[in-house]
């Protein structure tokens, strides 16, 4: 019997030199996580606008390796064994930033880090500390609340209000300080500042006598914010019009870094 034209276009070549099954897999992952996690074939098909058969097809695929598992439900969720490779690749994300890290810690003069959203939380990933006797640490692997974070704010900025109340109602807005922002319009309102100054700040929100600046990586493969933060006392105002460029440099610099990493 002939095989579909789905199943033949599955084993093709992509127009991008891949392998299209390939591509097609990882879209329908990120498209899960995309989703929460958890989505029906009709979902996938809808958002994909690939035929049920191709979908069912991958995901049985998917399924066996254990990347996606099936709920009783009916429907499919990521499964356990992305959790081994999400954290070697956060590894290696860090690792990579270190370097410009590093150069942050150079210009500036205070702590450094990288964070990324993963799921409704921050976490950080890499840290290169100042040279200052006073300074901020923040242990790499440490998991914080967006509304109360430079790096939240910023990683935040750019997603859809709805996405964000959604997320703010499923977290809570738990006050880390008398400066944290506690309310869904307020942090909304934070996020307009960051669109349109370009960059985060918090102002003794998450802890009182520090203050952060950062922003986003732009083009990263995963939601990434960069920042420094330091005492209220030297991440003044004036050290943040002479901060703020070096911040937004080194992003830049730091997102074509990570794009080299992917071969052609």
């Known amino acids: 019997m002939p ?13 991008s030199g891949g392998v299209q099954s390939l591509e097609r897999a990882f879209d329908l992952l990120e498209r899960m996580a995309d989703a929460g ?10 958002s994909s606008g690939l035929p049920l058969p191709t979908i069912h097809r ?5 399924v066996a390796c254990g990347y996606v598992r ?23 994300l860090g690792t990579w930033a270190r370097p410009h890290l590093a150069r942050l810690v150079e210009e ?27 300074r901020m640490f923040t242990e790499v692997g440490r998991r914080v609340l967006p509304h109360s974070t430079g790096v939240g704010k910023a990683l935040l900025a750019d997603v859809p209000d709805d996405e964000v109340r959604a997320l703010l109602s499923r977290t809570g807005m738990p006050a880390a300080t008398e400066k944290t922002i506690t309310t869904a319009e307020g942090f909304l309102a934070a996020l307009a500042d960051v669109r349109r100054a370009g960059y985060a700040v918090d102002d003794n929100e998450q802890e009182m ?10 083009g990263s493969p995963t939601a990434a914010a ?4 330091g005492p209220a006392g030297r991440v ?29």
């Open 3 to 15: 095989t579909s034209s789905a199943s033949t276009t599955d084993s093709a070549k992509s127009t």
């Open 37 to 46: 996690g958890e989505v029906g074939l009709s979902e996938l098909s809808a």
């Open 58 to 62: 991958l995901m049985r695929t998917l």
């Open 70 to 92: 099936q709920q009783p439900n009916r429907r499919y969720a990521l499964g356990p064994r992305l959790i081994r490779l999400g954290e070697s690749a956060s590894r290696l």
């Open 108 to 134: 500036t003069g205070e702590t450094a880090n990288m964070a990324l959203l993963d799921g409704d939380e921050i976490v950080y990933v890499a840290q290169v500390p100042s040279k200052h006797s006073m």
């Open 209 to 218: 006598g520090v203050r952060c600046l950062a922003v986003s990586v732009p």
């Open 226 to 229: 960069i920042s420094i933060s």
């Open 236 to 264: 003044t105002e004036t050290a943040t019009d002479r901060i703020v460029p070096v911040l937004q440099q080194v992003a830049r610099e730091l997102s074509e870094a990570l794009a080299t990493q992917t071969p052609a």
